[in-house]
């Protein structure tokens, strides 16, 4: 059978399932659950049937961007002893579901769905897609299964697609994106709203802890690397919150020239959670995974035990061969205005 078609039946015939994302989750992992919750009830119970579908995530707090997501859905109550049927979502290895992991190992029959390329595939199904975010392939799997899509989950997978691209300005924007979010305009579902929840909504804390992290600032490999680092006790002075400094690495990448950023926030443990972006062809996703980490070309992530001169030595060193493979080319012109010009002088003719 094909692993879409089995995960599909699978997911039919389990009475009890349990949907679970990584840690520190983001705005895709946590839309994803919900999504699919959503999915499941509208499309793949029997009538008369009631599925328990429990939702599992380990973190400590949800911040209050991604609260609106989840808001009203209960997460983290196990309501049977083993579930049918586990399902992991935006989640790229085992041990990144954190204290949920167990529960997933221990259940039966396993589904791994995921857009992230450096996936470990450690389920006994895995559906890795070529996705902008795992919302996006919930929506196509359900397009290919002419599934009811309700207002709701289009709400959803809107955020998840936004938020995963910051924006739709990077990561793995296809046609197919583009199609989701035309379907969604067509449907007149208020997009604007989300995307101002999402992208015009910092709180002042969050603007002080970028003006700290800015601060930081230093250039290595000629300026192609920028590098910024924060501190738990920044996040606290500030007051702000874990979910505040999303995003705050984006500001090194946007930098002219610059062609990997660099955010380390030491935690209360002195280790590093490290973010990396990258331009163009430029790809951080080797460099995490090298580094014990993982995640998409232009966005990847690590955790780092150990002292920050060793973290910066041992990064920039990997950022400078990928740098090296890739060096500086003169930019092509984005117009070309050849056709009307040089002006032609009117009088020329005369
Ligand atoms: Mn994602």
């Given at each position: 059978?094909?692993?879409?078609?089995?995960c599909?039946?699978?997911?039919?015939?389990?009475?009890?399932?349990?949907?679970?994302?990584?840690?520190?989750p983001?705005?895709d992992?946590?839309?994803?659950?919900?999504?699919?919750?959503?999915?499941?009830?509208q499309?793949?119970?029997i009538?008369?049937?009631?599925k328990?579908?429990?939702?599992f995530?380990d973190?400590?707090?949800i911040?209050?961007?991604?609260?609106?997501?989840?808001?009203?859905v209960e997460?983290?109550?196990?309501?049977?002893?083993?579930?049918?049927?586990?399902?992991?979502?935006?989640?790229?290895?085992?041990?990144?579901l954190?204290?949920?992991?167990?529960?997933?190992?221990n259940?039966?029959?396993?589904?791994?769905?995921?857009?992230?390329m450096?996936n470990?595939?450690?389920?006994?199904?895995?559906?890795?897609f070529?996705?902008?975010s795992?919302?996006?392939?919930?929506?196509?799997?359900a397009k290919?299964?002419n599934?009811e899509?309700?207002?709701e989950?289009?709400?959803?997978?809107?955020?998840?697609i936004?938020t995963?691209?910051n924006?739709?300005?990077?990561?793995?924007?296809?046609?197919?994106?583009?199609?989701?979010?035309?379907e969604?305009?067509?449907?007149?579902?208020?997009?604007?709203?989300?995307s101002?929840?999402?992208?015009?909504?910092?709180?002042k804390?969050?603007?002080?802890?970028?003006k700290?992290?800015?601060?930081?600032?230093?250039?290595f490999?000629s300026?192609?690397?920028a590098?910024m680092?924060?501190?738990?006790?920044?996040?606290?002075?500030?007051?702000?919150?874990?979910?505040?400094?999303?995003?705050?690495?984006?500001?090194?990448?946007?930098?002219?020239?610059?062609?990997?950023?660099?955010?380390a926030?030491?935690?209360?443990?002195?280790?590093?959670?490290?973010?990396?972006?990258?331009?163009?062809?430029?790809?951080?996703?080797?460099?995490?995974?090298?580094?014990?980490?993982?995640?998409?070309?232009?966005?990847?992530?690590?955790?780092?035990?150990?002292?920050?001169?060793d973290?910066k030595?041992?990064?920039?060193?990997?950022?400078?061969?990928e740098?090296?493979?890739?060096?500086?080319?003169e930019?092509?012109?984005?117009?070309?205005?050849?056709?009307v010009s040089?002006?032609?002088?009117?009088?020329e003719?005369?």
């Amino acid at each position: 059978m094909h692993p879409l078609e089995k995960c599909i039946s699978d997911i039919k015939n389990s009475k009890s399932i349990a949907i679970m994302c990584h840690t520190a989750p983001d705005a895709d992992a946590l839309a994803s659950m919900v999504a699919l919750k959503k999915l499941i009830r509208q499309n793949l119970s029997i009538e008369n049937e009631q599925k328990q579908i429990d939702l599992f995530v380990d973190t400590d707090e949800i911040g209050e961007l991604n609260s609106a997501i989840v808001n009203g859905v209960e997460l983290n109550n196990q309501h049977v002893d083993k579930y049918d049927l586990a399902i992991s979502l935006d989640c790229a290895s085992l041990p990144r579901l954190g204290k949920y992991a167990e529960l997933f190992k221990n259940t039966k029959n396993t589904i791994n769905i995921d857009h992230h390329m450096t996936n470990e595939k450690f389920a006994h199904n895995n559906l890795v897609f070529t996705t902008s975010s795992t919302c996006e392939a919930l929506y196509r799997i359900a397009k290919i299964y002419n599934f009811e899509i309700s207002d709701e989950v289009c709400k959803l997978v809107y955020s998840g697609i936004i938020t995963d691209t910051n924006n739709l300005t990077q990561g793995t924007i296809t046609v197919n994106t583009h199609k989701i979010i035309t379907e969604m305009v067509q449907r007149k579902i208020n997009l604007d709203a989300l995307s101002e929840h999402f992208f015009k909504n910092n709180t002042k804390s969050k603007a002080y802890l970028l003006k700290q992290a800015l601060d930081s600032l230093t250039f290595f490999a000629s300026d192609r690397i920028a590098f910024m680092k924060l501190t738990k006790q920044d996040i606290s002075e500030c007051n702000a919150t874990v979910e505040d400094t999303y995003g705050i690495v984006n500001h090194g990448i946007e930098i002219k020239g610059v062609d990997i950023s660099i955010l380390a926030i030491k935690q209360e443990d002195n280790s590093y959670q490290v973010s990396l972006r990258s331009k163009g062809d430029i790809s951080v996703s080797e460099i995490a995974v090298s580094m014990g980490g993982g995640g998409h070309d232009q966005v990847a992530a690590f955790h780092f035990d150990g002292l920050l001169a060793d973290l910066k030595e041992k990064l920039i060193h990997l950022c400078r061969e990928e740098l090296s493979r890739h060096p500086v080319e003169e930019k092509e012109a984005l117009f070309d205005n050849s056709d009307v010009s040089p002006n032609q002088d009117i009088n020329e003719e005369d």
